[in-house]
Each structure stands twice: as structure tokens, then as C-alpha cells.
């Protein structure tokens, strides 16, 4: 229930953070791509079969020493249905090879709609009397803001089949505090959604003391990270904006609690894109990868105490 496998893949790995598979074309080497196009061409097909091998030897390469992976559905619906496929290949394998796997789809609906994402992502469809899995991710980015009418058809899948989900909360872009800084009865619109997701988690607490019902707060804003911190100690953070945004580890250690629990850290481009900031080899990519993973995880865990 809640994180709890999250968090005991978290103290197995003793490492708090997640890759964000996010991969346009242009972050694949050369060699991936012209495989493929001997085959299939300049196309969609070719592109996402490109970025599912890239995928999947950066999972190779950092399965044993990251817990998660965080693919954005954007970056694979980009390429049509032929990416989407890539998308839900990525997820298996990176389960195949015990991660947890966060799908950042930033759903929000109502109702019929919000129901079908669930089962889309964290469910099951029957297809006569087969039960099957469309995506079979463990946790899922969503939007809030229509209040509980769009989280509550996700709160079954949580406590039925032990998924997870993360609310947007206070996010890390420039602009986030147009909306999410404004006051509402004296208090700003991001501690009022963090107070609804200790709400909606409720009932879901796992044995780490953190609920399914986590929150996307961003690095690029630790005081607020520090405060939630303080003011959510039931719910478990999902934080972006590390490195490429210019968050810091020692900014978001006040993402964890005294046990060194209670958040992820994200970071994508940068251990995607690793050989190009090294200058290595484009065929050692994924070795590559696995060094930044390593030089996060070691940054992130020298500012906390991971118990």
C-alpha cells in the first residue's frame, strides 16, 4: 500500500532518484538510428524503434543502481502510434527488470474519462474474458485542478492493484506561480492542494508512513519544498527540476524527512544525454548514463541521511 515498494526499491538501490525517459530523436546516437533506417526508413516507425533501444540499454545499464524510471507520454506520442508502442515497451522491460516505473502523463478528467485513463494506465480492460493490462505502469502523473471528481475514479486502482499517483502540487517551471502562488483564504493555492492530497491518501498509508497519493513539487523551489515538506508528512514527493533547471541536492534534501525517505528526485537530458556532455563515444551512451545516474545519486545522498 502507498510507496512502499517505491521506498524499498529506494533503500535496496540506497538511492533516491529517477531517470526520466524522455527521448526526442535528436538525444539518440547516429549508429541507433541508421540501424534502423536500413530497414524501415526516414519514419515514425523507424524513430520509435530507435528510442526504445535507446531505452532499453540505458535500463540495462542502471537497472541495479536506480529504483525508477519516470517516461513522459509525450515524448513517445510525438511518433504516433508506433511511439506510444515504444512507450509501452519501455514500461515492461523496465518492470522486467525490477524498476518501478512513474508513466508523467499529467492526466485530468472527470468521470467516464478520468475512469478510462485510470484503466489505461494503472488498470485493467476486459477484451471478452481476458482481464489485460494496457500499460501497466505503477504510478501516474496527474493534474488536480478539477478537484476530487478527477482523482477519486484513481484512488480504486491505488488501494485494489497497490498503484500510485502523483498531483501536481507546486511545479518547478518559471511560471508556475501565476496560479499556484495566488492566496486563498490567506494561504497559497499549492498548500491548499497539498492539503487535499493528504486528504485523498488517507486511507492509503503504507508501513513507511507515506500514502498512494504523492505530489509533484519542484526543486527550483526549495523553501516551498521545505515547507511542504513540514506540512505533507503523509505524502511522498516526486521532485523535478533538478540539474537542468537549475534545482540543487542540497536544496532538495528538504524533500526527505530524518530518514532520508519521502522523495524521489528526477532527472532526465542530463543522464540521457551524458555522452554528449562528455565527449565520449556515442556506442558508450549508456555507460555514460549510468555515470551521471551515479554522480546524482551520490550528490543527492551526501545532504541526506538515508537510513
Not at 535528436?26 to 519514419?43: A, N, T
Not at 515497451?89 to 467516464?112: E, Q
Request: aromatic content about 8%; glycine content about 12%; some cysteine.
Amino acid at each position: 500500500m502507498g510507496f512502499d515498494r517505491l521506498i524499498e526499491k529506494i533503500k535496496e538501490t540506497r538511492n533516491p532518484s529517477v531517470v526520466g525517459l524522455d527521448p526526442k530523436l535528436e538525444y539518440v546516437p547516429e549508429f541507433l538510428i541508421r540501424r534502423f533506417q536500413q530497414e524501415d526508413g526516414c519514419s515514425l516507425k523507424t524513430a520509435s524503434r530507435a528510442i526504445y533501444e535507446f531505452n532499453k540499454m540505458i535500463i540495462d545499464e542502471i537497472c541495479d543502481i536506480v529504483p525508477a524510471i519516470k517516461p513522459q507520454a509525450a515524448y513517445y506520442e510525438m511518433y504516433g502510434y508506433h511511439g506510444v508502442k515504444a512507450l509501452e515497451r519501455t514500461i515492461r522491460y523496465a518492470k522486467l527488470k525490477g524498476m518501478f516505473v512513474i508513466t508523467d502523463g499529467k492526466r485530468n478528467d472527470i468521470g467516464a474519462t478520468m475512469e478510462a485513463y485510470t484503466a489505461a494506465h494503472l488498470g485493467t480492460v476486459m477484451v471478452g474474458e481476458n482481464e489485460l493490462e494496457p500499460f501497466g505502469a505503477d504510478a501516474l502523473t496527474v493534474n488536480g485542478y478539477l478537484g476530487s471528481d478527477g482523482i477519486n475514479p484513481l484512488l480504486g486502482a491505488c488501494k485494489e492493484r497497490d498503484k500510485g499517483i502523483f498531483v501536481l502540487v507546486k511545479t518547478s517551471n518559471p511560471s508556475s506561480g501565476e496560479l499556484q502562488d495566488q492566496l486563498m483564504d490567506g494561504e497559497p493555492l499549492y498548500a491548499k492542494m497539498g492539503d487535499l492530497c493528504e486528504k485523498w491518501g488517507a486511507d492509503t498509508i503504507g508501513k513507511y508512513g507515506y500514502s498512494a497519493v504523492g505530489a509533484v513539487v519542484g526543486a527550483t523551489y526549495p523553501e516551498q519544498l521545505k515547507e511542504l515538506r513540514e506540512r505533507l508528512p503523509h505524502t511522498f514527493f516526486l521532485v523535478p527540476g533538478y540539474g537542468a533547471q537549475g534545482g540543487g541536492a542540497e536544496g532538495v534534501a528538504a524533500a526527505f524527512d530524518e530518514n532520508g525517505l519521502g522523495g524521489i528526485v528526477n532527472s532526465s537530458r542530463a543522464i540521457m544525454c551524458a555522452y554528449k556532455k562528455e565527449g565520449c563515444d556515442e556506442r558508450d551512451f549508456a555507460k555514460a548514463a549510468r555515470r551521471e545516474a551515479i554522480r546524482m545519486r551520490d550528490d543527492i545522498t551526501a545532504h541526506i541521511n538515508l537510513g
